[in-house]
């Protein structure tokens, strides 16, 4: 249902962004400016989740800016809907995907990653939301099965990537026609990333605390589809 094995071949055909979505913002009071018309004073409660493994605690913060994704996820989160679910799909100096419910009961070796709730969601691609380290973003099927670039239901993944090159960074615009900004090469060549999954895939929330935790799990041992070896489940809270 919402395979993310496609997100890696997707990786050769992922094209300029495509939709953006405004900010979801609450607006606490009014003040009124110089020209007598009201000015809303925006405020944004902060969103934290907990993902508790063996390896440690990841706290995740989820963006006000992808309001569907961050509602969702808080919602799924609360209900204990991913507490028993595997990380069942790690790639080393790539990303480490969890979410699918079918992961509760897997026996040793079994395929993994079609499981999911009876919805997928609108994409939420919001250009100043990149796949820095430690991004938490949306599985979702291929271009060609899903042109639309939905998400699902409750796979998700967290990017842990690499550095990359000034150099690598300018065939990467050339080739795909992407745009970096300043500040997506500054994160790309310090503390990395995977930008080729840029304006591809909904980010909708950061590390914010155990990121080393990302990386340990990142480095287990894994067989055929990327699946760890030995079951490495979580336990999602909610914060606030």
Not at 104 to 113: C, E, R
Not at 133 to 146: F, V
Not at 178 to 193: C, H, K, M, N, V
Request: charge should be negative.
């Amino acid at each position: 249902m919402q395979r993310f094995s496609s997100l890696t071949a997707s990786i050769f055909i992922i094209m300029m962004a495509v939709a953006s979505c405004g900010n979801a913002r609450t607006t606490s009071t009014e003040q009124q400016a110089d020209n007598n018309q009201p000015m809303a004073v925006v405020s944004e409660q902060v969103h934290l989740v907990r993902i508790i493994t063996d390896f440690g605690d990841i706290t995740l913060k989820l963006y006000n800016e992808t309001p569907e994704h961050r509602d969702n996820f808080l919602k799924l989160a609360g209900e204990g809907f991913y507490d028993g679910v595997l990380f069942h799909r790690v790639i080393n100096a790539f990303m480490i995907q969890g979410g699918d419910p079918n992961s509760k009961t897997a026996q040793p070796g079994q395929p993994l990653g079609t499981g999911g709730p009876d919805y997928t969601l609108p994409a939420e691609i919001v250009p100043g939301l990149f796949h820095k380290k430690g991004a938490l973003a949306a599985a979702r099927l291929g271009d060609q099965q899903n042109p639309q670039r939905r998400s699902s239901g409750s796979q998700f993944y967290i990017v842990q990537g690499r550095v990359w090159t000034p150099e690598e960074l300018d065939r990467m615009e050339q080739q795909r026609g992407l745009a970096f900004t300043p500040e997506q090469r500054q994160t790309y060549t310090s503390i990395g990333g995977t930008p080729h999954l840029d304006a591809g895939y909904t980010v909708f929330g950061e590390v914010v605390e155990g990121i080393e935790v990302v990386d340990r799990i990142a480095a287990v041992q894994t067989g055929p589809g990327d699946r760890p070896l030995k079951d490495l489940s979580m336990k999602i809270i909610v914060l606030k």
